[in-house]
């Protein structure tokens, strides 16, 4: 029942949908993998630059990425999608490789909320 329950944590729910997990390859989640899967998925995504960055993404058909620039500018993003805006550490608290995923409103795509550098990422050879 911490600071930031109700508003993030009280609306998951348990999966209700079956899912058969000794028959799915799951090998791409191994460290050693990972990250390539995880680049080309920020690679793939199609970008939204600048200041309605966030109107432009709902314009876009499948997964998106949306610029941050700093702290203040991430902050403001997260606001509007109601994206959990905490900075810890020098990045985003929900971020791996300063790149925060989250789907909003649909299952359907993923929003990637990252800083636009391959280099700031971590992940150069993208």
């Known amino acids: 029942m911490g600071q930031f329950f109700k ?3 009280e609306p998951i729910k348990l999966n209700d949908v079956h899912v058969d997990w000794k028959s799915m390859d799951l ?6 993998k990972y ?7 920020v690679s793939d995504a199609k970008p939204a630059y ?3 960055a966030v109107l432009k993404a709902f314009n876009i058909d499948g997964d998106v990425r949306i610029q941050y620039n700093d702290q203040a ?10 994206v959990f805006e905490e900075w810890k550490d020098g990045i985003p608290r929900t ?3 300063g790149v925060v995923v989250f789907r909003h409103q649909t299952h359907r795509r ?3 909320l990252g800083p ?8 150069e050879h993208v």
């Open 7 to 9: 508003q993030y944590l």
């Open 27 to 32: 090998a791409y989640l191994m460290e050693d």
């Open 35 to 41: 990250l390539s899967y995880f680049a080309k998925i």
């Open 50 to 52: 600048g200041a309605d």
């Open 73 to 82: 500018d991430f902050e403001r993003i997260a606001r509007q999608f109601g």
């Open 95 to 97: 971020a791996y490789k």
């Open 110 to 112: 993923i929003f990637l």
């Open 116 to 123: 636009d550098s391959p280099r700031l990422l971590g992940i």
